[in-house]
């Protein structure tokens, strides 16, 4: 590409910026979506949900259809992961709603929104924080014989686990491994992490070549869960008791935030 040609793009992307921000600053309300906290892009509720200065309280909704409820060692385990790292004096809270199996498995991500709009029932109120986990009967539709999806955190609020998968490819000794590693890493990019908003990061830990997760091999944000070849996984299962922990770098990027 051309010089000029390059510097007319950057220009009109310039252009473009500016014009959505207009849109933003404009007085007229919002329209009264009671769902709209919900609908943001991921890493956006970040700090709401580490800090409490906006929601003293949180809840999780788990939606599964009937035989993919996760274990109940996984439902425990994740209330210590968010009560070590989220400031919530008033309490998480989890919900469960079991639902019929959705049509259309393996879901693309239109699919897995589509889930979520037609049984998502809780949302962020008042002092409380919504966040929206389904356990999927499903598995994900670009998983190939050899690579698989494990789960995708898709909005600031939503995250899919491909709870069908993790049972293909685990026993019953490591599937309370890979199901905890899964949640944990899928809220890891619910609160910010790798550097997800571009512009907050505290330090140079976002891996050069896997982007938005983290460059320390035994932190819980090194492995990208999309796309990961099965040896991968039994590579990863192989020497683990129990699912990785944030790194002391990517706890400090949670702390700059609010988190604890
Ligand atoms: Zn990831
Ligand atoms: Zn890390």
Redesign the pocket.
């Known amino acids: 590409m051309t010089f000029p040609k390059f510097l007319l793009l950057m220009l009109s992307a310039a252009v473009l910026i500016t014009s959505c921000k207009d849109d933003d600053n404009n007085d007229t309300p919002p329209q009264e979506d009671p769902t709209a906290e919900n609908k943001k892009a991921l890493g956006e509720s970040a700090e709401d949900l580490l800090a409490n200065e906006t929601y003293d309280r949180m809840v999780v909704e788990f939606v599964y259809s009937e035989g993919f409820r996760p274990m109940q060692e996984t439902i425990d385990g994740f209330q210590t992961f968010l009560q070590n790292r989220l400031n919530k004096p008033g309490g998480v809270v989890f919900v469960e709603t079991v639902i019929d199996p959705p049509p259309g498995a393996p879901y693309n991500s239109t699919e897995i929104r589509e889930i979520e709009e037609a049984n998502r029932t809780q949302f962020t109120t008042d002092d409380t924080i919504a966040v929206y986990v389904f356990f999927s009967d499903g598995s994900s539709f670009g998983d190939s014989s050899n690579s698989v999806t494990l789960g995708t ?1 898709y909005r600031n609020t939503s995250m899919v686990v491909y709870e069908k998968t993790l049972r293909d490819i685990s026993s019953s000794t490591t599937l309370p491994v890979l199901e905890a590693t899964t949640l944990h ?2 809220m ?2 619910i609160l910010g992490l790798v550097n997800i908003s571009e512009d907050d990061i505290h330090t140079e830990h976002e891996d050069e070549f896997r982007a ?2 983290c460059f320390v091999e035994e932190c819980l ?1 090194y ?4 796309g990961l070849t099965k040896s991968e996984v039994a590579r990863f299962l192989e020497r683990r008791a129990q699912a990785p922990n944030f790194d002391p770098l990517c706890i400090e990027d949670l702390q700059a935030k609010g988190g604890k």
């Open positions: 955190a890493h899928e890891g990019h938005k997760h944000m492995f990208d869960a999309s």
